[in-house]
């Protein structure tokens, strides 16, 4: 890490440790722009900071690890893609859109907007790499709340303000969703080893059980491969072409998820399926996480179609030429 | 908790450039038809492959020029043996003593020791094993009994190794035995520089569940050493034997023995319409990619002079589980004949039977899990 992505992440820990994973946007979003957190990887010629995704994986990752319940990483994505086209406010991402686009507006549905309630425009993929910024109408039509407890609205527009451009925000989204779910399982991982290092059974602590020990070391392996992942994802987006990477960290991700949640519920014992505990909020949050911007078998079948593809004496060559 | 911090790693300049010289030298050299050769190639030893890369500058790539090495940089080092790794290269004869032998006599041998082994190895033309285990000391490592005694200007050595791998065409070995009598787990123990054709020393192989010959028990009958035999201090063996293993858990070989089988089945596949197919060569690709990402991470480190023997260890328990589960994989989402002619089917053949090993050799992955706990802080 450099001075300033020291400070940066010394600055978002403080934020979203305060935060946290209950605030809400009208609580958050005035302390988020008091910081103008949401311009991050907005170009410097339209008054951001013209940051990098190695600065983006920063502070979504700590967002991951606080499980912050502001749409902060939404926005700062749709920022990066609406603002040099002058779509100004709380920009948030969405799954999918659908309809047609005619003289710059947009008539159709979008699908699966994040935390739209309030949200000036949106971002969703729409054809295949490209992307469709829209204003969004002030009324939300269906909205529906994720596992975690988060807003996803169905929003239909007729005539709505659009532009669509070659950014693959479908891409961004898995990578964004990568790199929260490093953080979140650097976090769980955490309060694991805290737990067990002080309740106590059979007159000693869990971490003095071998079979707990080994368990949160595959925990751990786990956690270090989304870290790693995620981080990598990030310096290929920096080098101008992460297809690849974006793909594979998202898919080692989601496969850490599984044994990571598992693990980390499992030690807990009883106290850690409560409410008031606080390991759900990551877990729930990971879970909801897994499926969006791409599910296993989404990314499984891309890269899996791309390397078949390339054949095998494609295979080594294409994966070093990527860091070389 | 950040059990393993990432870091953008800083590739040389000239990976692209030794990429393609380890390419040509490969396309060079005649291609052995078996294809099981190519899994776990660093098992596999072709002496005159080892004198190839020697000549090309490609062994002891980080030693001294002194002493015959190439002064380059340990990441260059690490572009070199992904790329003789991936191609599944033999490059079992030379890979213990380029990985850790050579570097440990440069660190800690005496002056006569390092002029007399070293710049053969680094000519690819002098192999070397470990002396580690013994019949009654394997993961409990600190339990060796071999013993060196002072008598004169002499040290004689008494007791056995076991699963030496390549002894049988090794010249030297550095053993791990205990100098101080009667001392406790890993007190009192050195490390030694033992000439294979030392008189007293004798060797008789392990024939492997495949019929293979990679292991051999030596047995060391009053051999007698000279003073600087000794590698390092007296009584610090312990320490040193645990830089050695940060090295030899640390290299691409720990997760990239199976990448023979993976490129087998890209071509035994082509581009297919199978979705299972399909998704398990992505998942593997997304896997080997993330390895070969947390590999050279912990390359980075070690080359900016940390110690990241945490990172390490994780990245070899995940490295092993991966090219260990990957032989059980292919199996069951192509139909093959194992006892047909087809390449996949050959290479699948032999690690299905090999690959139990992936996670016992340089560590169970059970010592490994409790390393880790260790690490988070757990024992």
């Known amino acids: ?324 | 908790m950040q059990t393993f911090t990432a870091q953008p790693i800083p590739w040389p300049d000239s990976a692209a450039a030794l990429r393609q010289k380890v390419r040509d030298l490969i396309a060079s050299y005649p291609i052995n038809p078996d294809p099981a050769k190519r899994a776990n190639c660093w098992a596999v030893a072709d002496p005159a492959f080892s004198k190839l890369l020697g000549d090309a500058g490609l062994i002891g790539m980080t030693w001294s020029r002194e002493y015959g090495g190439h002064e380059r940089s340990s990441l260059e080092r690490y572009v070199v043996l992904e790329e003789l790794l991936a191609s599944g290269a033999p490059v079992g004869a030379h890979w213990i003593a380029d990985r850790q032998t050579g570097g440990m006599l440069l660190n800690y041998g005496q002056e006569e020791e390092k002029r007399r082994w070293v710049p053969g190895m680094a000519r690819g033309e002098v192999f070397a094993c470990i002396g580690l285990s013994e019949p009654n000391s394997g993961s409990d490592l600190a339990s060796v009994k071999t013993t060196a005694q002072k008598k004169g200007d002499r040290w004689v050595i008494d007791g056995q190794k076991v699963w030496t791998t390549g002894a049988h065409f090794s010249h030297v070995m550095i053993a791990l035995v205990r100098t101080t009598p009667g001392s406790q787990r890993n007190e009192g123990l050195s490390q030694f520089v033992i000439p294979m054709d030392a008189p007293g020393v004798t060797i008789r192989p392990i024939i492997d569940l495949t019929g293979g010959h990679d292991f051999n028990e030596v047995f060391f009958d009053s051999v007698e050493l000279e003073e600087h035999a000794l590698v390092g201090t007296e009584g610090n063996g312990w320490r040193q034997v645990t830089a050695e293993l940060s090295l030899e858990r640390s290299g691409p070989e720990r997760y990239l023995s199976s990448t023979a089988l993976f490129l087998e089945l890209l071509r035994h596949v082509g581009p297919t319409t199978d979705s299972n197919v399909r998704q398990l060569v992505g998942k593997l690709a997304a896997e080997m990619w993330t390895l070969r990402m947390m590999s050279a991470t912990v390359a980075a480190k070690l080359a900016s002079g940390e110690d990241p023997a945490l990172e390490a260890t994780i990245v070899k328990d995940l490295g092993n589980s991966f090219e260990q589960a990957m032989p059980a994989l292919v199996q069951a989402a192509v139909d093959l004949d194992l006892a047909g002619e087809a390449p996949l089917a050959r290479v699948l053949g032999h690690l299905l039977q090999v690959s139990p090993s992936f996670s016992l050799r340089g560590g169970t992955r059970e010592i490994l899990k409790g390393i880790i706990a260790r690490g988070l802080g757990l024992r």
């Open chain 1, 1 to 324: 890490m450099n001075e300033q992505q020291t400070m940066l992440s010394d600055m978002t820990q403080a934020l979203f440790a305060e935060l946290g994973h209950q605030t809400s946007i009208a609580q958050a979003w005035p302390r988020i722009e008091e910081l103008s957190l949401q311009d991050l990887l907005v170009h410097d010629d339209h008054g951001g900071f013209g940051g990098s995704w190695q600065d983006a994986l920063i502070v979504f990752r700590t967002a991951g690890y606080h499980a912050l319940a502001a749409p902060l990483i939404e926005g700062i994505l749709a920022a990066s893609v609406g603002t040099s086209h002058g779509f100004t406010g709380r920009g948030t991402i969405a799954r999918a859109a659908e309809g047609s686009v005619t003289g710059g507006t947009f008539t159709g549905t979008i699908d699966g907007v994040i935390a739209g309630e309030g949200a000036s425009f949106v971002v969703a993929p729409f054809a295949e790499g490209q992307s469709l910024i829209v204003t969004l109408p002030e009324q939300a039509s269906r909205q529906a709340k994720t596992i975690s407890g988060e807003t996803r609205s169905q929003v239909t527009i007729k005539d709505g303000r659009a532009v669509q451009v070659a950014i693959d925000i479908f891409g961004l989204g898995a990578f964004a969703r990568a790199a929260q779910i490093a953080g979140a399982l650097d976090a769980a991982l955490a309060i694991s080893a805290d737990y067990v290092n002080q309740r106590k059974q059979f007159g000693r602590t869990l971490a003095a059980f071998q079979a707990v020990q080994q368990s949160l070391a595959t925990f751990a392996c786990e956690a270090a491969a989304a870290n790693c992942a995620a981080s990598a994802a990030a310096e290929a987006l920096d080098r101008g072409d992460g297809a690849f990477e974006v793909g594979a960290a998202k898919l080692r991700c989601n496969i850490a998820v599984g044994a990571g949640t598992a693990i980390a519920h499992q030690v807990h014992g009883a106290i850690g399926f409560t409410e008031e505990y606080g390991l759900h909020p990551l877990t729930r949050r990971l879970w909801a996480w897994r499926s969006e911007f791409g599910n296993d078998s989404y990314w499984a079948d891309k890269i899996g179609d791309q390397v078949c593809a390339r054949g095998a004496d494609n295979f080594w060559p294409d994966l070093t030429a990527h860091t070389d």
